[in-house]
């Protein structure tokens, strides 16, 4: 049974930045959409980012656009998102989901979820 899990959330001051990581275990990533998805308290769940299966084309919400990266390095089975001048509105629990041979689009449906990580920004 595969698996996804993420790590490198945290609390950072405004303007600091954090690496989220999303690993796999049971699959390779290499032939999944990844998507980066937040849901803050009160509010929807936001898709921030997503890379495709193939050619990895890539795409970011315009919120974190200019901010936000996600590499993909399928030798160590992981995507990640790198976060940069971070805002106290991106606190929120960040998502990662996998989505088989599927191109860059975040959907609604997904193969795996991890468990969340949670984003503090304050000062």
Do not use: H
Not at 77 to 102: G, I, R
Request: hydrophobic share 30%; charged share 15%; with cysteine.
């Amino acid at each position: 049974q595969g698996q996804l899990v993420e790590s490198g959330g945290g609390l950072v001051q405004p303007g600091g930045s954090l690496r989220l990581s999303c690993a796999a275990s049971g699959f390779s990533l290499a032939y999944y959409e990844i998507g980066w998805f937040r849901q803050a308290p009160g509010k929807e769940r936001e898709g921030v980012s997503c890379i495709g299966s193939s050619a990895g084309s890539t795409y970011y919400a315009d919120s974190v656009n200019g901010r936000f990266t996600i590499p993909r390095d399928n030798a160590k089975n992981t995507v990640y998102l790198q976060m940069n001048s971070l805002k106290p509105e991106d606190t929120a629990v960040y998502y990662c989901a996998a989505d088989y041979l599927n191109p860059c689009d975040l959907g609604d449906e997904y193969d795996y979820w991890g468990q969340g990580t949670q984003v503090t920004v304050s000062s």
